[in-house]
């Protein structure tokens, strides 16, 4: 694992990967996968896409409200708070992840909603590999 990547594994105030409740849903959440990282990611992925509502009318104005393993007992929230819990259950699994900002053309939303959408990132080689046309091993 390069010096760069170690970084994207290492918990934060608000991606806590260390937290309890976050490696226990981690390993919940990864239990029937293969030791394939990707699998692992589409499995995490899964679990907070299904398993956590989204809602854009919770409160995100403090740090505390995007704290992975708030969003994980509050069971809900809108995308950053999503991206940060799947980027701390990443990181709990072992796998090089973090979260990303964009802006956002949606028509249905309002301005401050546009102003707070967020995405994440995993980092898998063999997925970078194919983004990049490069072949990996």
């Known amino acids: 694992m390069s010096l760069e990547n170690k970084k994207y594994l290492t918990a934060t105030p608000i991606i806590d990967s260390d937290s309890k409740i ?7 959440a990864i239990k029937d996968a293969s ?3 990707i ?4 499995n995490l ?10 809602d854009p009318y919770i409160p995100f104005y403090r740090p505390e409200h995007y704290r992975a393993s708030n969003v994980l007992k509050r069971g809900r929230a809108f995308c950053i708070g999503k991206a940060c ?11 090089p992840s973090r979260v990303g900002f964009a802006d956002v053309h949606n028509h249905l939303a309002t301005q401050q909603l546009i102003d707070y959408l967020g995405f994440r990132y995993f980092f898998l080689p063999w997925v970078y590999g194919i983004l990049s046309g490069r072949q990996m091993g």
């Open 35 to 37: 030791d394939d990282p």
């Open 22 to 28: 976050i490696i226990d849903y981690a390993m919940s």
């Open 45 to 54: 992925y899964l679990a907070v896409r299904d398993g956590i509502w989204y």
């Open 85 to 95: 819990l799947l980027c701390a259950l990443g990181r709990a699994c072992g796998i």
């Open 39 to 42: 699998s692992k990611a589409i």
